[in-house]
């Protein structure tokens, strides 16, 4: 499988703020990739390098082989990109600036638009200026997918749509990527992130913190477990498991917070009698916040 996005040493520098410090970055083909940062962290600004949007101050970046300076048409070409600010004309109808753009790109993608609107549940008739963010930004959405192109590069896709729309959203992702897209999406919500990368991507204060798998992620995060036993539970053997990092009791019931495998936890445990079991799933906030604080040893 080959390279979709490959970034060397990729900067943006503003005056004094470097926006975007020496990221090196591969995205291969036929993944969905999660760019995750809080807000300012430089998502924006790799995307924009990315789609030839903005020169980088140094550094370079290639998608599928194009150079995104030199070859920028080439790659424009090549992406389907949903801005994170979207607009459009506002005195167009959806569906007359989709026509617009399928006479831009000389594709006949006009009927693929027409279904993707139905499935997100817009109303392609009605004037651009007219509609609501989360609306508009169907429109954005269409308008990235509808000619299938081989890279989706979405800047906060999912900004302002409602949940079931979100979750059409999804499946519209994964549908492209089984069908063999390259999908780099930003994001600061973690879990819609969660629910369809394949790998992410953590970016803090405009350097890379990690890229990891996502289920390597998952595994690595740490847990909340709550076990109740029938007597004192036995915290001195509870805090003794590898991978137990925190125990605290409360009458019958330790806290315990484990990272990795439950295997030996439930091994150390059971013979006391345990009555009752709560976990709070694995999410990648946990992580998310201990890359933030600077304690996460990727
Ligand atoms: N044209 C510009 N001039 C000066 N500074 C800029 C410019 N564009 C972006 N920045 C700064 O660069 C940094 C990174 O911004 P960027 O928009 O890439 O972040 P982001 O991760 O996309 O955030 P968000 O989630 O809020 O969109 C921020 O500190 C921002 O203020």
């Not at 962290?41 to 789609?51: A, D, H, P, Q, Y």
């Not at 790659?75 to 979207?86: A, E, I, N, R």
């Amino acid at each position: 499988m080959g390279t979709a996005i490959r970034t060397e040493g990729l900067t943006k520098v503003y005056g004094r703020l470097r926006a975007l410090d020496d990221l090196d970055l591969e995205v291969p083909e036929g993944v969905v990739f999660g760019y995750l940062g809080p807000n300012g962290s430089g998502k924006s600004t790799t995307i924009r390098m990315l789609v030839g949007l903005l020169r980088p101050t140094a550094g370079r970046a290639t998608v599928l082989g194009h150079d995104v300076v030199d070859d920028r048409l080439a790659v424009q070409s090549l992406v389907g990109y949903l801005p994170g600010d979207f607009t459009a004309p506002p005195r167009l109808t959806g569906s007359e600036y989709l026509r617009y753009l399928t006479g831009l790109r000389r594709t006949h993608a006009m009927p693929e638009a027409e279904l993707l609107a139905k499935r997100l549940g817009l109303d392609l008739d009605r004037r651009i200026g007219e509609l609501s963010h989360g609306n508009r930004q169907k429109v954005g959405l269409v308008q990235a997918f509808m000619h299938h192109p081989p890279v989706l590069v979405l800047d906060e896709p999912t900004s302002g749509l409602d949940p079931l729309v979100q979750r059409e959203f999804l499946a519209m992702v994964r549908e492209a990527r089984d069908a063999g897209t390259t999908v780099l999406l930003s994001s600061h919500v973690l879990s819609e992130v969660e629910a369809v990368a394949d790998v992410v991507a953590i970016l803090r204060e405009g350097c890379l913190v990690a890229v990891e798998s996502t289920e390597d992620l998952r595994h690595r995060a740490r847990r909340h477990v709550d076990l109740t036993f029938a007597d004192s539970p036995p915290a001195t053997e509870l805090a003794a498991v590898p991978g137990v990092q925190a125990v605290t009791v409360l009458g019958h019931t330790a806290s315990v917070l484990v990272e990795g495998s439950m295997r030996e936890l439930w091994q150390a445990a059971a013979p006391h009698g345990i009555e009752d079991v709560t976990s709070h799933e694995a999410d990648l906030e946990e992580i998310f916040l201990t890359y933030y604080s600077g304690e996460g040893q990727p």
